[in-house]
Nanobody, 128 residues
């Protein structure tokens, strides 16, 4: 059974940093595009960042460019999202998701539609 587990969320002050982890079990991430998404109360889920199976290609939402960095360690079967210069508007539940890295998936990876396996989410709250 494919399972993704997010961790690393918490409460942080504006300007602070957090690193989220997405650990896979039951399958190897080597062949999967991994996306990070977030959903704030009363808002739709939005794509934050995604990374190709090799790690050679990454995409970011405009709202997080220059502040967030996605990376992966396939040996540890884990993908990370380093979040710096956090703002109150980054407050949300953050989810990771996996999609097989086939044609066109990377180009669409800030959209939820290609992804079939999702984690349960981790809460990030940015507040003073």
């Amino acid at each position: 059974q494919l399972q993704l587990v997010e961790s690393g969320g918490g409460l942080v002050q504006p300007g602070g940093s957090l690193r989220l982890s997405c650990a896979a079990s039951g399958f190897t991430l080597d062949y999967y595009v991994i996306g990070w998404f977030r959903q704030a109360p009363g808002k739709e889920r939005e794509g934050v960042s995604c990374i190709s199976s090799s790690g050679g290609s990454t995409n970011y939402a405009e709202s997080v460019k220059g502040r967030f960095t996605i990376s992966r360690d396939n040996a540890k079967n884990t993908v990370y999202l380093q979040m710096n210069s956090l703002k109150p508007e980054d407050t949300a539940v953050y989810y990771c998701a996996a999609a097989l890295d086939v044609t066109a998936v990377q180009a669409m990876c800030l959209m939820a539609s290609p992804f079939r396996s999702w984690g349960q989410g981790t809460q990030v709250t940015v507040s003073s």
